[in-house]
């Protein structure tokens, strides 16, 4: 198909060639180019390095270890919160990408929205599961194959395929998790769009009748933001939800790095399928204890709401994720059941609501 551009500012007949793609939604578009190889190589030269997140990293978190000062501290620790949220967008779209042809990766890269971007995520977070099958413990669903495929387009050997598999597996996982976080989103727009919240720090401990306490929270940062709700789903009647939102800094700082050096790995494989070179970022890739250390521990992750229900998320053995509503009153809410077990948690087990601790919707 050839498109003609009579308007060219030196009179000269200008010729488009199109070429077909079915996008996420299934529906065909034709992306029209003077040379699509071309605009293709040009496009992974110019365009798929992460030089602007591994910049801002190195430069917030310079700042926040050298700050004596603990408040101004934790402005650092909240450009991070943002700059984490902006890798995790990227990071989905990038992974959306990657499950498209290479030959159209400009516009996969271009095309889509935010709103497709969270769709894809919400798409790949279903259904993973981890079965015992015969004796041996499988890991099934999307995050998996894209760890997989991620790991065979590396050329990694058979001797650390698994190894390198698990570790993608896991940062994915938890990434997936944070990005679909509507409170942390929330975090980012609060910080985005202007002084819609504050950092601050501290802790949030329960005890029982003897006096054994449980810290929920204990960390250097948080951030308190509010986030409108309806009030019985109607969009005329809404309120103010103030959250507090606790993250551990050194995991964010770790989170930030990890998930860098997997968008490095997608960058390489296409760098080395698009311009047949070696791409100039170094790859690196970390161990699965490292991966898993970085999303782990309830005291240090998690938001309080409504000025006395905490939410936060524990890993069974299975590793998978229980949302876990705690009101300051003892009563609790599990999601799904979990395999933990301590004094003060079998306590609160038997003040169990049969609610939902927050009916209110999401504007």
């Known amino acids: 198909m050839i498109l003609d551009d009579e308007s060219d500012i030196q009179g000269l007949k200008v010729e488009f060639t199109g070429l077909k793609i079915i996008d996420s939604n299934d529906k065909e578009i034709i992306w029209w180019s003077l040379d699509h190889s071309r605009e293709l190589k040009g496009f ?14 190195k430069i ?9 000062d603990k408040d101004k501290a934790r402005v650092y620790i909240t450009m991070l919160h943002q ?40 798409k790949i977070s279903k259904d993973n599961q981890i079965k015992e099958v015969d004796g041996k413990t499988q890991i099934f669903g999307p995050l998996i194959s894209l760890a997989e495929k991620t790991a065979k387009y590396m050329g990694i050997s058979e001797k650390y395929r698994e190894i390198v598999i698990l570790s993608i597996y896991f940062m994915l996982n938890g990434s997936t998790e944070d990005f679909l976080d509507v409170y942390h989103r929330n975090v980012y727009n609060s910080i985005k769009h202007g002084n819609r919240g504050k950092s601050s720090g501290g802790n949030l401990a329960i005890s029982n009748k003897d006096e054994e306490k449980t810290n929920l929270f204990d960390t250097d940062y948080s951030f308190d933001h509010s986030k ?60 699965q204890e490292v991966v898993q250390k970085a999303w782990s521990g309830t005291d240090k992750n998690g938001h309080m709401f409504d ?17 876990v509503f705690l009101n300051l009153s003892m009563d609790i809410k599990v999601r799904f059941p979990i395999k933990y077990s ?22």
């Not at 992974?44 to 990293?57: D, G, Q, Y």
């Not at 006395?308 to 998320?313: P, V």
């Not at 301590?342 to 609610?355: D, F, V, W």
């Open 44 to 57: 992974a030269r110019s365009n798929l390095n992460t030089e602007l997140f591994s910049a801002k990293l």
């Open 60 to 68: 917030y978190v310079e700042s926040f270890k050298i700050e004596e």
């Open 83 to 122: 700059l984490y949220f902006e890798i995790l967008e990227y990071e989905f779209l990038l992974l959306k990408s990657f499950v498209n042809p290479i030959e159209i990766l400009p516009v996969s890269m271009s095309k889509p929205s935010t709103s497709e971007i969270i769709g894809f995520a919400e």
């Open 228 to 287: 409108i709700v309806r009030i019985n789903n109607d969009k005329t009647q809404i309120t103010l939800k103030p959250i507090a939102t606790f993250i551990d800094s050194e995991q964010l700082i770790k989170r930030c790095e990890i998930i860098l050096s997997y968008i490095n790995v997608i960058h390489s494989i296409y760098i080395r399928a698009i311009l047949d070179e070696d791409p100039n970022e170094y790859i690196h890739m970390y161990d």
């Open 307 to 323: 000025r006395n229900i905490a939410k936060f998320t524990i890993k069974d053995q299975d590793n998978l994720n229980a949302e």
């Open 342 to 363: 301590s004094p003060i948690y079998e306590e609160m087990k038997m003040h169990q609501k049969t609610e939902e601790p927050n009916a209110d919707t999401d504007y």
